[in-house]
Every structure is written in structure tokens, then in C-alpha cells.
């Protein structure tokens, strides 16, 4: 059974920074894409960025593109946050799926429980 399991959510000022991980288990994600998504309250859940599991090949929101990194080692996946803004504040969650590079929620078929970001201004 695949597991992915989110960390290193919190607060944080605006203008910090956070690393959040994603622990992957459960099977052979070779050939796969890994994926961050975010969901503010009362909105929908949007793409943030995604990474091929076997390449360094990546793909981020223009919302977040020079601020955040997406990568990748054996253990998981980590989005590093930088220059945070009051609206990065959401729900963040770990995705898996066969499709690089994947936008829509629907084109990944793993997920995580999320882990909370909040930026205060």
C-alpha cells in the first residue's frame, strides 16, 4: 500500500522560510511524478509544483516559481519555501501519479494527510 506523509508545516513571518518533507513507502515510485499541491481555506486545491521521480526534470505555479524547490532523494520529496507570503497560507499536501508534468488533481492517484503552513504578515 503506498504511504506518503507530510511534514514540516507551521508558522512562520512572511518573508521566512520552510521545508516541508514527503516520506514515500509502499512501493517503487521509478516512473512516477511527485507532486505538491496547496488548498487555502475555501478554495479549491491547486497545483504547486512536481517533480519526475527518476530525473531532476521539474514544473512549478507561476505563483510560486523562483521561491520555491522541489526535489527529490531515495527517502522522499521536499518543497523548499522561501520569501513566504501571507497567501502561501493553505493546507499542503504530497502527491503521487503517473504523469509528468501533472497540474490537475486527478491526474495523481496517491495521497498524503497534509500538513498546515501558515504565514503571518
Known amino acids: 500500500q503506498v504511504r506518503l506523509v507530510e511534514s514540516g508545516g507551521g508558522l512562520v513571518q512572511a518573508g521566512g522560510s520552510l521545508r516541508l518533507s514527503c516520506a514515500t513507502s509502499?512501493?517503487?515510485?521509478?516512473?512516477?511524478?511527485m507532486g505538491w499541491f496547496r488548498q487555502a481555506p475555501g478554495k479549491e486545491r491547486e497545483f504547486v509544483a512536481t517533480i519526475k521521480w527518476g530525473g531532476s526534470n521539474s514544473y512549478y505555479a507561476d505563483s510560486v516559481k523562483g521561491r520555491f524547490t522541489i526535489s527529490r532523494d531515495d527517502g522522499g520529496v521536499y518543497l523548499q519555501m522561501n520569501t513566504l507570503k501571507p497567501e502561501d497560507t493553505a493546507v499542503y499536501y504530497c502527491a503521487a501519479g503517473p504523469t509528468y508534468p501533472g497540474t490537475r488533481r486527478w491526474q495523481y492517484d496517491s495521497w498524503g494527510q497534509g500538513t498546515q503552513v501558515t504565514v503571518s504578515s
Open positions: 509502499g512501493r517503487t515510485f521509478s516512473n512516477y511524478a
